[in-house]
């Protein structure tokens, strides 16, 4: 558990894109074995085929656990875009405007290990005084020109997710992992563009109370410099159709209904909700100067923990202002803020322009006082992270919850709550990256000299013997301990048992029955590891064999009527 005063000795994450990238290089470096282990691979899964027996003959009719959206939630209609985007060409032109003879700074070089005190204070010469008065000037004079909010235009409650490419795979499961949490909100789906869509898949999530969102039918993309979505969030907030929004990343999974978010005590006096992330601020001191909440450069952040933006919780007709600085700082966050905000270790990026604007605006905001806790991969406690646990705001914290827990497993500065979010940083879950059996590339962005291998098709993944001996893949501990027992689980024994269970009932959606994305053998692999692992059985396709494959095919039936039970 993290403690105040101890970061220096965090470990830090590695980062999606070095895991990625480590994994594909490797991938290609393996190429030949592989070509051989796969035909290997292919006789193994059919083999443990028919080791298995059916475990049901009389299935029942109605497979409701196979179902994403048991509540029926209507998707969000769809928006009236001009009305939406009739504030952006003024908002454009004061970003603009207010963004010229801005200072460069250029993109540090990422960081393995976090910076020395000193080498934060050295920061301060990147920027002369007369250089830090000019961006402060500027921000000042954006403050001014801020457009109204347009009232009438955003409406209700709902969730934002950016997607998109690689990251639809990753949204896929926390869709509906957020979907098995009870949430009933709508959902827009965020792509920057046409480029970025699977094909049928935006027509299928209508179906389960989502819908599709083009950034390119808002903006001209050709602004958003970054390619991994970090200038992106803040406008699928900017444009999304919500007056109120819980952002979440793709790769983060509700464990609890966002809805309560937007109930909590905090959320009603603020209007804003932001959680901390690990690490302290690494700023340069100018920073609070340029904001204007400083007469001087300032080292006061430096003792403050930053902000973890994979949630989000947002009034927009209350904190239009700050949203729109924070687009602000997001316009010019890659030749500016960003640099300004972080030196370079981890978490460059949009996630501490949030709380910047509400700070210099003196806008009122909570953030969660739990820091986050790790949940790690079974085997590898304390080196190998799966993600981040974000916590329950204290007043949506129920007694019976904390009745379960013991008090022993609490730190002094953390106190007793539940894990909220499980924000799979490290290892991210798609059933394309966990199962592919010989999948092709499908993105605009993947190169035919870069092959796909999945994590159970690349033997030197680091998830590969656990894929293949049977073994769940997250240790529980930090689960358990932080698990909302009494829950929205229904009649379950808590989120601590359930978690694991409910990302791989998404996957089973995903490879098996979304027509969008579904693959015969990811069907099959994804299915025979449940039930070898964690007790599902796969029922009512006619004759009844393990996994619904049936007799004729020898492939697993994707029918509907093929029932996923839960372990029992
Ligand atoms: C601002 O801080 C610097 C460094 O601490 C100091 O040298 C300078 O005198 C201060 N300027 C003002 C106007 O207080
Ligand atoms: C829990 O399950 C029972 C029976 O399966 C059902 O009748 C009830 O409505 C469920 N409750 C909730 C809150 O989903
Ligand atoms: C946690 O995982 C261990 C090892 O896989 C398992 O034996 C135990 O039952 C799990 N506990 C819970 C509460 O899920």
């Not at 935006?202 to 970054?226: F, H, K, P, Q, V």
């Not at 699928?236 to 929004?245: A, K, P, Q, V």
């Not at 978010?261 to 100018?286: C, H, M, Q």
Request: net charge negative; charged share 25%; hydrophobic share 40%.
């Amino acid at each position: 558990m993290q403690k105040q005063g101890s970061w220096l000795n965090v470990v830090p994450a590695t980062p999606a894109w070095a895991a990625r990238f480590t994994r594909k290089q490797i991938s290609i470096a393996i190429a030949s074995f592989l070509l051989i282990s796969l035909t290997l691979l292919v006789s193994t899964s059919h083999s443990s085929t028919s080791r298995l027996t059916p475990t049901s003959s009389n299935a029942p009719d109605i497979c409701s656990n196979a179902r994403l959206n048991p509540h029926h939630v209507e998707a969000p209609l769809d928006p009236d875009v001009a009305a939406i985007t009739s504030f952006w060409p003024d908002l454009k032109n004061v970003l603009v405007e207010h963004g010229t003879d801005l200072p460069i700074l250029e993109h540090p070089a990422f960081q393995y290990v976090p910076p020395t005190p000193e080498a934060i204070a050295d920061r301060t010469d990147l920027l002369t005084p007369e250089q830090a008065l000019l961006i402060r000037e500027r921000h000042a004079a954006f403050i001014e020109d801020i457009p109204a909010y347009p009232s009438n235009t955003f409406k209700g409650r709902g969730i934002v997710m950016l997607a998109g490419g690689h990251y639809s795979e990753y949204a896929v499961t926390a869709l509906g992992v957020l979907r098995e949490s009870g949430s009933t909100l709508p959902v827009e789906v965020w792509r920057r563009d046409e480029r970025e869509e699977k094909h049928e898949w935006c027509d299928e999530i209508e179906a389960e109370g989502m819908a599709c969102r083009r950034l390119s039918d808002y903006l001209d993309t050709d602004i958003l410099a970054i390619q991994d979505g970090k200038e992106m969030k803040i406008f699928t907030m900017l444009f999304s159709s919500f007056e109120e929004i819980v952002f979440i990343d793709a790769d983060n999974m509700a464990l609890q209904p966002p809805e309560l978010l937007f109930e909590s005590a905090e959320y009603k006096e603020t209007g804003a909700v932001l959680w901390p992330d690990y690490w302290r601020y690494d700023n340069i001191d100018w920073l609070d100067y340029i904001a204007g909440i400083s007469g001087n450069r300032s080292e006061a952040l430096w003792e403050q923990k930053t902000s973890e933006s994979g949630q989000v919780v947002w009034n927009k007709r209350r904190h239009w202002k700050a949203l729109l600085l924070a687009t602000y700082y997001n316009y010019h966050g890659p030749d500016l803020y960003y640099t300004l905000l972080n030196f370079g270790w981890a978490g460059w990026g949009d996630k501490d322009t949030f709380p910047l604007a509400l700070r210099a605006l003196h806008e009122p905001f909570y953030t969660i006082p739990h820091a986050p806790e790790s949940v790690w991969v079974s085997g590898r406690v304390d080196d190998r992270r799966v993600g981040m646990l974000q916590m329950a705001p204290p007043s949506s914290v129920s007694q019976s919850d904390l009745a379960a827990q013991d008090d022993d497993e609490w730190e002094a500065n953390a106190g007793r709550t539940t894990a909220f979010f499980l924000h799979a940083t490290t290892i991210k879950w798609s059933h394309r990256d966990f199962l592919c059996v010989q999948c092709l590339p499908i993105w605009h962005t993947d190169l035919p000299s870069d092959p796909f291998f999945s994590r159970f098709e690349s033997a030197s993944d680091e998830l590969y013997g656990r894929l293949h001996g049977d073994l769940p893949i997250m240790d529980n501990r930090t689960l358990v301990d932080y698990a909302p027992m009494a829950g929205n689980g229904n009649g379950s024994a808590g989120l601590a048992v359930d978690v694991e269970v409910r990302l791989w009932r998404a996957m089973e959606y995903a490879a098996c029955r979304s027509k969008a994305w579904r693959h015969a053998r990811a069907c099959e692999v994804g299915r025979r590891y449940m039930t070898e692992t964690f007790g599902f059985t796969f029922a009512g396709e006619g004759d009844g064999r393990p996994w619904g494959v049936t007799e004729a095919q020898g492939v697993p039936s994707m029918d509907e009527k093929v029932c996923l039970l839960d372990p029992s």
